[in-house]
């Protein structure tokens, strides 16, 4: 027997990016329990799951962690619940339209409400938490204001030993060894998870072609490190203030302002400080380009799409921040079909709808044949993709030197 006991109107962002926002939930009527009993019938399913949710379009896979977090009861009504990867989507409207002042007190309440668990259960509890962006939801109020924080998905939790070794010894060995670490791996894990995966991310996202801004984080940094190193008597501090250099794949040219940014750190420094940053992407994304050949061209349903040799099995950027990778087009002497004057959907030859690596980019002609070179493929491209995805070959590597 089923039983339909409801389900989730979805809050999507604008397209072309769809993150979801938020959901609000919709008991069924007579008629929507009807549909969906007939359809899991013609499909031959007897039963569903929190993570499946029907539409017109058949059985889809949704985000079943903010479904279970309303649901559950583990926050209030009034707060809207969003994964907090979503704050680093491009063009997060949260963060659109905001002063410099608003920012920063909202980071700085989005730091004290993410921190702090995460660090007490490590150095209290001797217990090892993975909040990457993907685990965590962040609930906000009708302001847009932090106000709760749920860690999620705990399979990934380890124990400190020897704090937990009693415990862990009445554990059968299989599951015991799982669970431990020591303390120097589980501080890797949490730093790794919540400062570079997380807080970081976030930070850059604010930061987001906001140079004044990422100036004042770094003042506001240091007024925080330099009262820590008085009230303990530290001399000559080496101070860490972090990324925030974003790259905008949607506009290369938009160049970070280093000069700027490097005449306004001389300016904050003070004698035997070390100030340092951490640059990463903004620094290695220009120096990569991906080349890959046009196999075909072709419509469906009207939308024009070009499939190339590669994919995201050797560039996974753009899928794993949803944006489209900026390419140009080198045109081949080979005849074949071709797209004129037309929004084109670039994708691979992976069975999957999300091997996507630009969706509807305008360009003047393309023909199977022709080569693509994508831009700023030097930072999270070929390190963060699925290698050998259906045994599909890695791609040629050329270093040159300028």
């Known amino acids: 027997m089923t039983w339909v006991l409801g389900g989730f109107r979805t809050e999507l962002s604008p397209p072309p990016f769809f993150v979801e926002r938020g959901l609000t939930w919709d008991p069924p009527d007579d008629a ?36 279970r977090t309303v649901r559950g009861g583990f926050l209030p009504p009034d707060l809207t619940p969003l994964l907090a990867a979503s704050l680093t989507e491009p063009g997060e409207p949260m963060f659109a339209a905001r002063d410099d002042d608003w920012l920063l007190v909202w980071w700085s309440a989005y730091v004290r409400l993410v921190a702090p668990p995460v660090l007490a259960a490590f150095f209290r509890h001797g217990v090892v938490l993975e909040p990457h962006l993907q685990n965590v939801l962040i609930a906000v109020d009708e302001d847009d204001w932090p106000a709760a924080v749920v860690f999620r998905d705990l399979e990934g939790v380890k124990l400190v030993t020897p704090r937990h070794e009693p415990l862990l010894a009445g554990l059968p060995a299989g599951v015991a060894r799982g669970l431990r670490y020591d303390e120097a791996r589980g501080w890797d894990r949490v730093a790794y998870c919540l400062l570079v995966n997380h807080l970081a991310e976030v930070a850059a996202a604010i930061a987001d072609g906001r140079g004044d801004a990422r100036l004042a984080s770094a003042r506001r940094v240091l007024d925080v490190a330099r009262a820590w190193c008085a009230r303990h008597g530290v001399a000559n501090p080496e101070v860490n203030l972090g990324g925030g250099m974003a790259v905008d794949y949607q506009r290369p040219e938009a160049v970070f302002d280093w000069a700027g940014f490097g005449r306004g750190l001389a300016g904050l420094a003070r004698p035997g400080e070390t100030l340092r940053i951490e640059p990463g992407r903004a620094v290695t994304a220009y120096c990569g380009w991906y080349l890959t050949r046009v196999l075909d061209v072709k419509l469906s349903h009207g939308e024009a799409f070009a499939v190339v040799a590669g994919g995201t099995h050797h560039l996974r950027t753009p899928a794993a921040k949803g944006h489209n990778q900026p390419f140009a087009v080198i045109s081949s002497a080979d005849s074949g079909a071709d797209i004129e004057a037309s929004p084109v959907t670039v994708c691979g030859q992976l069975c999957t709808p999300k091997d996507i690596l630009a969706r509807r980019v305008g360009v003047r002609r393309l023909r199977a044949g022709d080569l693509l070179a994508f831009g700023l493929a030097g930072a999270y491209a070929w390190n963060i993709s699925h290698h050998g995805f259906l045994m599909h070959p890695p791609p040629a590597f050329h270093y040159l030197s300028c």
Do not use: P
Request: glycine letters at 12%.
């Open 32 to 67: 929507a329990t009807s549909h969906v009993l007939g359809a899991l019938a013609a499909l031959g399913v007897s039963f569903g799951a929190c993570h499946t949710e029907f539409t017109a379009a058949g059985l889809i896979e949704v985000n079943a962690a903010t479904a």
